[in-house]
DNA sequence: CGCCGTTTTGAGCCTAGTCAATGTACGTGG
DNA sequence: CCACGTACATTGACTAGGCTCAAAACGGCG
């Protein structure tokens, strides 16, 4: 396996986990590559990430990707106002997420009060990330999309710890920052030899040894 | 004036008006340029556009600028979960705007179910925009952004006729788009050559001639 | 050991950006 | 009423950042 061929996800373990008084949602495993949704499909439910990674994105009609977000622990996506989802969702690697049925999802916004402002609390965040990124994707270099991207992982993936491993590989991080993998690759190795970061010889891991010059990059 | 020095917009109008059994708006009317809040401004109020456009949009230290999006007629923008604005927000010409008081927001969504409902579905919807807009900015070329920006400007603008004015300035739309605004006015031209568009000798009009090789554009 | 998926590296090209000049509309004041 | 100034748009020549195509290196795993 591993050909990144979607595989979808078709069963729901047996696991029900109770979130909130009102807010029942169903666990589910999913492994690498696995389609969790694909655009058009009936939105039938929304999700929380309790571990791993899921990549969403779009497709243009030559295959063109744009990854618009990578979902992390305790985000929530997959909330439509419409009955179709609008774009695709993926697990980059093993994952592990909540499913909550959205027919419910007016009753829950209705009744409970504290999962109401979590689900608005959430879109206004995935809302404020996609800004950011536009911002990003339309008007930042290639070495200032990769210093954003790197200290924003920092952030997410090990609350800003030095060391860390990106879940993604290269041709995820291409279609998120809007570059080609090449160019993704040949501006880590520039860090690399300025100074910036340590990749290791093999694996996913990545060092950031000098965050001043990263930061003045990210503009 | 027209110097595009955003003045503040510091005064509010008498008028009242009544949207809702609970959410109570004040009109106000900017003229062409006025800045409506920055980045960075406490989210005192979020605003619903009557009419005209306002474009939001954030900035580099340097002064490159990314409009994440245009507002027009019905949209709700600057719902913030935060207590602060994470975008700026001006008006593109002379523009009508309901504000509501941010600290009623709780309050609304507690007590009026219809208003609640308008503020998610509103939100949903700039987060949808986004992503779509993501994609554009990631993957598509000067040529599809362009055709892909004039047939959702024909759409939201004018119901979908074959013509319609534009009220934003080309610096503008290279802004929205992620380009210069030598590359708009020089694919514009060059859509023009080809017969997909008729630009007027001067103004902000536009017409659409060939709408078919402009979706066959928008990929 | 050898295959496959992934990443890195290299050489050349092309799209869109930069810099600069010209053109056009419009408002102001002589 | 016209000359001038300003804001905005168009066009041209040249450049460069990132893409394409191609090949090699690397690691994991059967």
Redesign the pocket.
């Given at each position: 396996m591993?050909?990144?061929t979607a595989t979808r996800a078709t069963k729901f373990p047996a696991t029900v986990a109770l979130r909130s008084p009102t807010a029942t949602g169903i666990q589910m495993m999913l492994s690498k590559g696995e389609e969790l949704f694909a655009e058009g499909d009936e939105a039938e439910y929304f999700y929380e990430v309790v571990s791993g990674a899921i990549r969403s994105y779009k497709l243009l009609s030559d295959g063109r990707r744009q990854i618009d977000a990578f979902h992390l622990r305790g985000d929530i996506f997959g909330v439509e106002a419409g009955r179709e989802h609008r774009f695709s969702a993926e697990a980059v690697g093993d994952v592990q997420v909540i499913a909550f049925r959205r027919s419910r999802l007016s009753a829950i916004i209705e009744e409970d009060a504290v999962f109401r402002d979590r689900i608005m609390t959430a879109t206004l965040r995935n809302l404020q990330r996609a800004q950011d990124h536009m911002l990003l994707l339309g008007r930042k270099?290639?070495?200032e999309?990769l210093a954003t991207f790197l200290l924003d992982m920092a952030v997410r993936l090990s609350d800003d710890a030095e060391h860390f491993d990106l879940p993604m590989?290269?041709?995820d991080i291409a279609d998120h920052l809007?570059?080609?993998?090449?160019?993704?690759?040949?501006t880590?190795?520039q860090f690399t030899r300025s100074g910036l970061i340590q990749?290791p010889?093999?694996?996913?891991s990545i060092s950031l040894c000098n965050r001043m010059a990263l930061k003045s990059l990210d503009a």
């Open positions: 591993q050909g990144q270099t290639a070495q999309k590989q290269r041709s809007g570059l080609t993998i090449e160019t993704v690759s040949r880590l190795t990749l010889p093999a694996g996913r």
